[in-house]
């Protein structure tokens, strides 16, 4: 039997010792939250309550409820099983089943429950499916599938692996697990199976508007929106491992300038500091930061600042920070979570993390970067190894300010981000742009973009970036890029590894954001506080710079293009880096195709992946024509084509009747 109460926009039951919330959430969707006993518990989830009431009309009896809001529906029956009465959810448009649960057992458990794991808890919520269901988005992963059915996927933040519980599915749906627990998602042939550690509670968030745009802008809508990108912000930006000083920097900078060639940003990286968490230069490296940026403003170029969010032990903030609670604590043993060569240090030696999640901690952190970078005039901050990056990665044994490590841990890059966004309005900066390493729901309002962390110089790793990109597009981070070349290693003198830095470049070209770097070979015996080789577009020969000017002169020309896709990130939710299924839905295909992506609605992108290759095989998506630019060829949809790709140029093909041009 069940217990019902219904409201204007929802109902609440009681069965057992479990007590169910459903209500309308936003257009087109509705929250599903489930406990034992009472909801009345800590929400640290990603969605927003600013969202317009919407009415419901519920019907209910002892074993059903229905429950109907515009073209969309929600039926729960109490089914009897094997003897073992447990309830069932159905969710519906236009009154055929979209998603319904499925029990994890004939018997016990059901599809929903919360279960004892040692001294904690954990929960599991399944859902019905289908072999040849498609699953997309889930953040960012370097397996290289656009589609993840059929894997099982960690709910865990590390290096390179972002993740963001929101699932896009090609039977019409959208879900956001918005439980930040360390956990896991498993698609199985006939289910999917949500799975969170040391948590009591599910909660999760379903759209079923009828198309993956409307969707997206759903979503958006549910966890706010990505801010305006700043016009700056789209040009190109130089980095690499690490600058030693202000000078060489300088040096650097003048060259782009001399060269004529546009430089938006350029990066100090870590170890800048004179020792981990004290947030400031070191003087013996830059000795007057501010007339440096006053010299980089006046080649209209920006200096983006490294921030990472460990604290050593031979910082000036330590003591402070450590006596406050400022820190991380843990469950058991001293709080230091990381060990890093620092300054100072002739070996690695333990670091501790702040703890983002801590308001007093973030406001500590903002005030230290404010007097000691933001007066200066920088602007654009590095967020780097903000999962937090764990050594040993056990999250299990930390104990944050919001709760239980395991609870509450993949929203520290989240937490993070806000201290700085939040830190910028109040000191009355218009725009914030951060460059995060991980993410979480939601994050992308706080001005975040992200970058696929620290992966290998591979044509492999090249290969998982394109559908990387688009993944994390769909879970909502509209600002992302990866390390051109990737990350560790690769040698500027070597010309195998020159081409595989010129197709990269020509890709980076066409991600929402522009950026090069990467520790280059010689990687010095001193470890990480060497600057690494040298990594800027005229350390890779003759050919490969002329590619690379090239390229960024095209990007210069296709800025006001990408601009008005990041203001349509800003205003609908919808990310500039597009699979092919969220304009052309009605092509089967275009589902299926990964090696490819939209730059908005009217570049199509074949990124070349492959050593010695000089064609593409392109599929043009069915409904509209494609024009090759070079030759000026235009082909109809819903066929695959073959183009040449000679060294110097990236396959891009521009919508027939679309006003973009390069």
């Known amino acids: 039997m069940l217990d019902v109460q219904a409201f204007a926009t929802g109902f609440e039951a009681r069965h057992e010792h479990y007590v169910m919330r459903v209500e309308t959430w936003g257009a087109d969707a509705v929250r599903v939250r489930m406990a034992r006993h009472s909801l009345d518990k800590p929400d640290h989830g990603a969605l927003i309550e600013q969202l317009p009431s919407i009415s419901a009309n519920i019907e209910t009896s002892d074993t059903r409820i229905r429950m109907r809001t515009g073209r969309i529906g929600v039926d729960l029956h109490l089914d009897a099983g094997a003897g073992n009465p447990r309830t069932m959810l159905s969710f519906l448009r236009d009154e055929q089943v979209v998603l319904a649960e499925a029990p994890e057992h004939f018997w016990w458990p059901g599809a929903h429950g919360i279960y004892p794991m040692g001294s904690s808890t954990e929960v599991h919520q399944v859902f019905a499916s289908t072999p040849d269901e498609r699953l997309f988005g889930l953040g960012q992963h370097s397996h290289g599938h656009l589609n993840h059915k059929g894997l099982v996927l960690d709910l865990i933040q590390r290096n390179g692996e972002v993740s963001i519980p929101f699932v896009l599915s090609d039977r019409g749906y959208g879900l956001l697990w918005n439980n930040p627990a360390v956990g896991r998602v498993e698609f199985s042939t006939d289910s999917t199976r949500w799975v969170g550690y040391g948590t009591d ?51 650097v900078a003048r060259r782009y300038h001399e060269l004529g060639l546009p430089l938006s940003v350029i990066v100090t990286d870590f170890i800048h500091w004179p ?30 600042v490294s921030v990472w969010p460990t604290v050593s032990p031979l910082s000036e903030n330590y003591d402070e920070m450590q006596q406050r609670g400022y820190l991380v604590a843990t469950h058991n043993g001293v709080e230091f979570h990381q060990k890093f060569k620092d300054k100072g240090m002739s070996t690695a030696m333990p670091v501790a993390f702040y703890d983002a999640t801590n308001p007093q901690a973030r406001a500590y952190v903002w005030q230290k970067i404010k007097e000691n970078y933001h007066d200066l005039g920088v602007r654009v901050f590095w967020l780097d190894a903000c999962e937090p990056e764990l050594n040993p990665g056990h999250p299990a044994n930390l104990s944050y300010f919001a709760g239980s490590g395991l609870a509450v841990n993949n929203t520290y890059p989240r937490d993070n981000a806000k201290g700085f966004f939040e830190g910028m309005a ?30 290998a110089p591979t044509w492999e790793a090249l290969r998982t970036q394109v559908s990387a990109g688009q993944s994390i597009a769909i879970s909502g981070i509209p600002w992302w890029t990866s390390d051109i070349g990737g990350f560790h290693g690769g040698d500027p003198t070597d010309v195998a590894y020159q081409e595989l830095f010129i197709r990269w470049f020509q890709f980076g ?44 002169r095209l990007r210069e020309k296709l800025r006001p293009y990408i601009d008005a896709l990041m203001d349509e990130a800003a205003t ?19 589902w299926t195709v990964e090696n490819q992506y939209l730059l908005g609605a009217d570049l199509l992108v074949c990124p070349i992946t492959e050593a010695g290759a000089r064609q593409a095989s392109i599929y043009l998506p069915n409904g509209s024509q494609w024009r090759d630019p070079v030759t000026g060829h235009t082909w109809e949809g819903g066929q695959r084509i073959t183009i040449d790709a000679p060294l110097e140029r990236i396959p891009v093909l521009i919508r027939d009747g679309a006003t973009v041009s390069f």
């Open 201 to 251: 509670i599910i909660d999760y968030w379903l759209c079923l508007a009828p198309t993956p745009r409307e969707i997206l802008m759903r979503y958006a809508d549910a966890v706010g929106h990505a801010p305006v990108l700043p016009r700056w912000a789209t040009g190109f930006w130089q980095s690499r491992l690490r600058y030693m000083s202000q000078e060489e920097l300088l040096a």
């Open 275 to 304: 020792a981990m968490g004290d947030f400031r230069f070191d003087p013996n490296e830059y000795p007057d930061p501010a007339a440096m940026l006053a010299e980089l403003e006046q080649m209209g170029t920006r200096l983006m």
């Open 572 to 590: 609908d939710g919808i990310p500039p880096m597009r699979p092919l299924f969220l304009h052309y839905p009605d092509d089967p295909i275009a």
């Open 426 to 455: 109040q000191a009355g900066t218009p725009e914030t742009v951060l460059l995060c390493r991980s993410a979480w729901a939601g994050q992308a309002r706080y001005g975040a973009a992200v970058w696929s962390g620290d992966i």
């Open 509 to 552: 070209t066409f991600c929402p954001l522009f950026r090069l770097h990467g520790h280059r070979e010689p990687r010095e015996a001193e470890g990480s506080v060497s600057p690494g080789g040298p990594n800027e577009i005229w350390s890779y020969g003759d050919r490969a710079f002329e590619i690379a000017a090239a390229h960024i």
